[in-house]
């Protein structure tokens, strides 16, 4: 698997906002990550968010932001747009639900579907939110141990449950 692109953000532009604008918090491309356990990505808007949070670090599929670009008509944008922190490439997301995985030596668990909201057709464009709620290619993921993730290879370890 690859981690293609790394995105953190200090603040929420869509959480929090709804039957409102969009905030104006920048989502800033960097070339890794603080991951801190239990915690979140240091830096991020969702650090230290609330207790045992499911969305510590989201993760979404490349192939699934390029076929979504495809279908739309929209290949000029970024993965980006769609606020997740880690873009991925070469990995069904689906298949780390429920399951302790490491990258890089940093270990989470895959705790569910990163469901797409509304806002999804802002960010990116109408029809957005509908086709990633059928192609489902967001992982929310608790952080198990520290370390960093950084942009390259990354072989994927499934800790298999007992």
């Known amino acids: 698997m690859i981690i ?5 953000s200090p603040g929420h532009n869509y959480f929090g906002h709804y039957g409102g604008p969009p905030g104006e918090s920048p989502f800033l491309q960097v070339s890794e990550i603080e991951c801190i356990a239990g915690h979140g990505i240091r830096g991020d808007r969702f650090f230290d968010y609330k207790d045992d949070y499911k969305g510590q670090v989201t993760f979404f599929s490349r192939e699934v932001f390029d076929d ?3 279908v739309l008509g929209l290949t000029t944008k970024s993965p980006g747009v769609l606020r997740r922190n880690v873009i991925v490439s070469g990995v069904d997301l689906n298949d780390l639900i429920g399951l302790e995985f490491e990258l890089q030596g940093v270990q989470f668990y895959g ?3 990163c469901k797409p909201c ?3 057709n802002v960010a990116f464009g109408p029809g957005a939110e509908r086709f990633l709620r059928d192609r489902k290619g967001g992982l929310r993921a608790k952080i198990l141990t520290d370390g960093r ?3 390259g290879e990354a072989e994927l370890k499934i800790r298999q449950p007992a």
């Open 4 to 8: 293609e692109q790394i995105f953190t």
């Open 68 to 70: 979504l670009s495809f």
């Open 111 to 113: 705790s569910q579907h």
């Open 118 to 120: 509304d806002w999804m």
């Open 149 to 151: 993730l950084r942009l």
